[in-house]
């Protein structure tokens, strides 16, 4: 990372000094004062103005491939939080997610690179301790006004003494953006979100013969996994056919129905997420879904699988085609079936889409496809299979956002439990916090 000029310190020097006389030292900065219009090179400048009621515009004209944001520095004190929010709205911009980005930098007293207050995996690195990498605010939600906003909570370094904000336009031919409501502040260091994950591990077929034994089959394990504290319990694909029948048309049902009701019922009892594997009749069309049950009985949402083997396709399964992500208790949870694992545009779809844990029924499939989604995605995953566990084969566990299995079911009818922190970043070495640069970096389709 390139150091900031001696002008540029002498100038952050000079407006800490005035941040401190005016006794506003640390306190919400006003937005439209101090921003400076910069790009990558004088070629690629777009155009911009600074509103009176602050709001802070960027317009390209049609030229392909310009390049520029507005730029402030603010003065942190190590070791603290800050918050930073703004309302995004663009204008003919075709992927604005990638376009309208916003960076955050951390510079020292002297606009030296400073240490990173997250520690990375030492098994890759020999080190736990990693140079502080830019961070990049997310899309959260977009209002009535088609504005979206962009925040973030981030710990400032020890030896960081200036954090450099850019709000960007960029590579959007004829395209521009307002960023409104732009604020920087100190915060309270957020607490830890912990979500207890579980996975029941079972081979069911041959032991029930109908669609309601399979069912009951799992309450025990339901229950165990719940009396673990589990606030989510992924069980297998298909339940409702492993073991009855080949023919799944033959049990498909609606949604809500008996299946879904009988969830309910242990969900609510047991205070928990439930995913349940089963076909959806909807008219002459069966689906192979995933449905997310909720601690007070409902249907919270399901999932079509996307991705059909030519095994469904020859018994008449209809593909899904959307990538819901829903919202729980505890977080974002979206879910995949099986086949989904083997490519990799459904597990992106669903971390685009917000998903920071993604449930997967799965009747079996390669367990290093499972740790590449995770990886690629920043992503916990729940895996259940009827996989053997002593094959080198799909496995029911619960993986990290590196792709490590941390728990991994080792006897059938058992379950696998995992306490995760989803407020703890995942910080590599050389890239930082990646989940956060993936809507930001990552290719566009056409189209989207």
């Known amino acids: 990372m390139a150091t900031l000029s001696d002008s540029r310190y002498k100038a952050g020097m000079k407006a800490l000094t005035v941040w401190i006389v005016l006794g506003v030292f640390f306190h919400t900065a006003v937005a439209g004062t101090d921003w400076e219009l910069k790009s990558p090179r004088p070629e690629l400048s777009v155009s911009g103005e600074i509103r009176d009621d602050g709001t802070l515009t960027l317009s390209s004209d049609e030229q392909e491939g310009l390049n520029g944001y507005w730029e402030k520095e603010f003065p942190v004190e190590g070791d603290t939080w800050v918050q930073f929010h703004a309302l995004r709205k663009a204008t003919a911009v075709p992927h604005e997610r990638r376009s309208c980005a916003v960076r955050i930098e951390w510079y020292g007293d002297k606009g030296q690179v400073v240490k990173s207050p997250h520690r990375v995996n030492p098994a890759y690195f020999g080190s736990e301790t990693a140079s502080a990498r830019p961070d990049f605010p997310r899309d959260k939600s977009r209002d009535s006004e088609g504005r979206m906003e962009v925040s973030g909570v981030y710990p400032v370094p020890t030896d960081a003494t200036r954090a450099v904000v850019q709000l960007h336009l960029r590579w959007a031919p004829g395209g521009s953006v307002e960023w409104q409501d732009v604020k920087w502040q100190t915060v309270e260091a957020p607490g830890p979100r912990p979500v207890t994950l579980a996975s029941v591990h079972t081979q069911l077929a041959g032991r029930g013969r109908t669609v309601m034994e399979n069912c009951e089959l799992l309450r025990p394990l339901i229950e165990k996994a719940a009396g673990q504290g589990a606030d ?26 008996p299946t879904t009701a009988y969830f309910g019922e242990l969900a609510k009892k047991h205070d928990c997420y439930l995913v349940v594997g089963m076909p959806e009749r909807v008219d002459h069309l069966v689906y192979n879904v995933a449905v997310l049950i909720g601690p007070e009985g ?23 085609d959307e990538y819901p992500v829903f919202e729980t208790r505890f977080g974002k949870v979206g879910m995949m079936i099986c086949y989904d694992v083997f490519f990799p545009e459904v597990a992106r779809e669903l971390a685009m889409n917000g998903a920071e844990i993604i449930a997967l029924p799965i009747w079996g ?48 009818e058992s379950v696998v439990v995992q306490e995760v922190d989803l407020n703890q970043p995942t910080y590599w070495y050389g890239l930082g916090d990646f989940q956060s640069r993936i809507a930001r970096e990552a290719p566009v389709r056409v189209g989207e």
């Open 232 to 257: 989510l319990i992924v069980l297998p694909e298909l339940l409702t056919c492993k073991g009855v029948t080949h023919d799944y048309a033959s049990v498909a049902e609606s949604i809500p129905g």
């Open 298 to 320: 409902e249907v919270v949402g399901k999932y079509r699988k996307v991705t059909l083997p030519r095994e469904e396709i020859a018994r008449g399964i209809a593909p899904g």
């Open 365 to 412: 499939g390669n367990p290093r496809l499972a740790a590449a989604r995770c990886a690629e995605n920043g992503v916990f995953l729940v895996s259940s299979t009827y996989t053997d566990h002593e094959k080198d084969w799909m496995k029911s566990a619960v993986w990290n956002r590196e792709g490590d299995r941390l728990v991994t079911a080792e006897t059938w």
